[in-house]
């Protein structure tokens, strides 16, 4: 325990005296969903079956902190999943290694948290913000709901009423966590054909909780599975080739879920109910494409970008608000967007209200990097999509898939922005007579809308960045 306290102290020490340099708003790139040798395997000859580290993913949580680091993450997230009894080695070994972890990198902001074999659904991250008990927090909350961790396994821990039970409890925690769908359509056999994650589960996990359930990853991890050395795939020996984010059923468009990419799909019906309902992205890091797996090095391909002063309190609320954006293979790593009416303003995850009929402004930029990404690529964005949709009140049916009014309002090209060095600005105009939201998409390709991946696909050569809405409500 003395140890323990001293770890505490020195993290905290270290923190006050990187305040001040770490007090300033910027866009600071993260993964919130990363596995360690944490996610072990499991030997079932065993009774009760016993932990293989190392079985699952490989690396200790220095080494992902420090590829994250090398590719220019300022926050992580590790979430090793668990299974039965899982909630200990959490607690007893993964725990002590995160708080070494973060005394090697203070410059890295490193959270405690687990992907959650979430209660009659898929997986999820379980962000737990950092406080004095995050420790405890994680091990009641793995050791009460994820659906692994009883032996022998029980059925009553794989329903809706415990999932329902879980986000009860965390929504009335005093600091409480993040829950993100990952790998939304993984499961779906056909588009709009869902399977473990499904559009009325992540309505009653929103109503329910709206400031733990804040949305789902837009692009997956796995993204590197065309590239992976074919006689060392271990993932995909027994499998033949994985297509891009092992989405087996309905491919990924663009290295993006069906649930993000289609244009008044499922993600257009969240936001048209004015939910506050996120995108992220991640590496679902297990192991290197190019020794024995299928993903990317955390930050080498997937970005998660919050708009938030460097400290931990702050890129939670960021999440948490929706002042979010993400990208692939480094294409940008700035955007605005900034909707106006006389002197209000509204940016990404905010609310302007406007008087109907009112001419609202949007400004918006974008960086593209003059820089060589991992690939040594120099990526330059090739057009900017403006995406509307009208917002009206919640939905009877929780089920619903679509928001038919959805649209490109507007495409920008090279001849339609200025540029000055890397920065790419970009104005429109648009009438407001009904409750709307607004938000934007680019890519490097000229694809007019993301096409549905191949299994040859080469990630480097289909980016995308997605950004977070702003919401204009009319009075």
Same mark, same amino acid.
């Given at each position: 325990?003395?140890?323990?306290?001293?770890?505490?102290?020195?993290?905290?020490?270290?923190?006050?005296?990187?305040?001040?340099?770490?007090?300033?708003?910027?866009?600071?790139?993260?993964?919130?969903?990363?596995?360690?040798?944490?996610?072990?395997?499991?030997?079932?000859?065993?009774?009760?079956?016993?932990?293989?580290?190392?079985?699952?993913?490989?690396?200790?949580? &220095?080494?992902?902190?420090?590829?994250?680091?090398?590719?220019?993450?300022?926050?992580?997230?590790?979430?090793?999943?668990?299974?039965?009894?899982?909630?200990? @080695?959490?607690?007893?070994?993964?725990?002590?290694?995160?708080?070494?972890?973060?005394?090697?990198?203070?410059?890295?902001?490193?959270?405690?948290?687990?992907?959650?074999?979430?209660?009659?659904?898929?997986?999820?991250?379980?962000?737990?913000?950092?406080?004095?008990?995050?420790?405890?927090?994680?091990?009641?909350?793995?050791?009460?709901?994820?659906?692994?961790?009883?032996?022998?396994?029980?059925?009553?821990?794989?329903?809706?009423?415990?999932?329902?039970?879980?986000?009860?409890?965390?929504?009335? &925690?005093?600091?409480?966590?993040?829950?993100?769908?990952?790998?939304?359509?993984?499961?779906?056999?056909?588009?709009?054909?869902?399977?473990?994650?499904?559009?009325?589960?992540?309505?009653?996990? $929103?109503?329910?909780?709206? $400031?733990?359930? @804040?949305?789902?990853?837009?692009?997956?991890?796995?993204?590197?599975?065309?590239?992976?050395?074919?006689?060392?795939?271990?993932?995909?020996?027994?499998?033949?080739?994985?297509?891009?984010?092992?989405?087996?059923?309905?491919?990924?468009?663009?290295?993006?879920?069906?649930?993000?990419?289609?244009?008044?799909?499922?993600?257009?019906?969240?936001?048209?109910?004015?939910?506050?309902?996120?995108?992220?992205?991640?590496?679902?890091?297990?192991?290197?494409?190019? @020794?024995?797996? @299928?993903?990317?090095?955390?930050?080498?391909?997937?970005?998660?970008?919050?708009?938030?002063?460097?400290?931990?309190?702050?890129?939670?609320?960021?999440?948490?608000?929706?002042?979010?954006?993400?990208?692939?293979?480094?294409?940008?790593?700035?955007?605005?967007?900034?909707?106006?009416?006389?002197?209000?303003?509204?940016?990404?995850?905010?609310?302007?209200?406007?008087?109907?009929?009112?001419?609202?402004?949007?400004?918006?930029?974008?960086?593209?990097?003059?820089?060589?990404?991992? $690939?040594?690529?120099?990526?330059?964005?090739?057009?900017?999509?403006?995406?509307?949709?009208?917002?009206?009140?919640?939905?009877?049916?929780?089920?619903?898939?679509?928001?038919?009014?959805?649209?490109?309002?507007?495409?920008?090209?090279?001849?339609?922005?200025?540029?000055?060095?890397?920065?790419?600005?970009?104005?429109?105009?648009?009438?407001?007579?009904?409750?709307?939201? &607004?938000? &934007?998409?680019?890519?490097?390709?000229?694809?007019?809308?993301?096409?549905?991946?191949?299994?040859?696909?080469?990630?480097?050569?289909?980016?995308?960045?997605?950004?977070?809405?702003?919401?204009?409500?009319?009075?």
């Amino acid at each position: 325990m003395l140890r323990h306290a001293l770890i505490i102290a020195l993290i905290a020490f270290f923190s006050f005296m990187s305040a001040e340099a770490f007090a300033k708003k910027r866009w600071l790139a993260g993964d919130h969903h990363v596995h360690s040798h944490f996610s072990v395997g499991w030997d079932y000859s065993s009774v009760p079956p016993k932990p293989i580290p190392g079985g699952d993913a490989v690396n200790p949580i &220095l080494k992902n902190i420090e590829f994250g680091r090398l590719y220019g993450l300022s926050w992580i997230v590790t979430t090793d999943h668990g299974g039965p009894n899982h909630s200990k @080695i959490n607690r007893d070994q993964a725990y002590p290694e995160l708080l070494a972890s973060r005394l090697e990198y203070p410059d890295v902001l490193q959270f405690y948290g687990m992907e959650l074999n979430t209660p009659a659904a898929d997986h999820s991250s379980l962000i737990i913000p950092y406080t004095e008990d995050e420790r405890e927090v994680l091990f009641k909350l793995e050791q009460s709901f994820d659906r692994y961790e009883a032996f022998p396994a029980d059925s009553t821990r794989d329903t809706e009423e415990k999932m329902v039970e879980a986000l009860s409890l965390m929504r009335d &925690l005093p600091s409480p966590p993040l829950v993100i769908a990952n790998h939304p359509s993984r499961s779906a056999l056909a588009y709009g054909g869902y399977g473990l994650h499904t559009p009325r589960e992540f309505r009653t996990w $929103n109503n329910l909780a709206p $400031n733990v359930a @804040i949305g789902m990853a837009g692009a997956p991890g796995h993204q590197a599975s065309a590239l992976a050395v074919p006689a060392k795939k271990s993932l995909t020996k027994s499998f033949g080739k994985m297509p891009r984010g092992a989405y087996r059923g309905y491919p990924t468009m663009g290295g993006f879920d069906q649930m993000t990419a289609k244009i008044g799909g499922f993600w257009d019906s969240m936001l048209g109910e004015g939910r506050r309902w996120w995108i992220t992205a991640n590496s679902d890091f297990h192991r290197y494409y190019l @020794i024995d797996g @299928i993903d990317f090095y955390p930050g080498e391909y997937s970005k998660t970008y919050v708009y938030a002063e460097k400290n931990y309190d702050a890129i939670v609320a960021a999440l948490r608000v929706g002042a979010v954006f993400v990208t692939t293979g480094d294409l940008v790593s700035e955007v605005s967007l900034a909707v106006s009416w006389g002197d209000q303003i509204a940016t990404m995850g905010s609310e302007l209200v406007v008087k109907d009929g009112s001419m609202v402004h949007i400004e918006m930029s974008i960086r593209d990097p003059n820089a060589h990404n991992a $690939n040594n690529d120099n990526p330059s964005v090739n057009r900017v999509d403006l995406i509307t949709g009208f917002v009206g009140e919640k939905l009877s049916d929780p089920s619903v898939n679509e928001n038919v009014s959805a649209v490109v309002a507007y495409r920008f090209s090279d001849n339609e922005w200025e540029r000055s060095n890397e920065v790419l600005t970009m104005s429109h105009r648009i009438k407001v007579e009904q409750s709307m939201y &607004l938000r &934007l998409r680019g890519t490097n390709t000229d694809e007019m809308e993301p096409q549905r991946d191949k299994l040859d696909e080469n990630p480097w050569h289909d980016l995308w960045f997605y950004s977070n809405p702003v919401f204009v409500k009319v009075e």
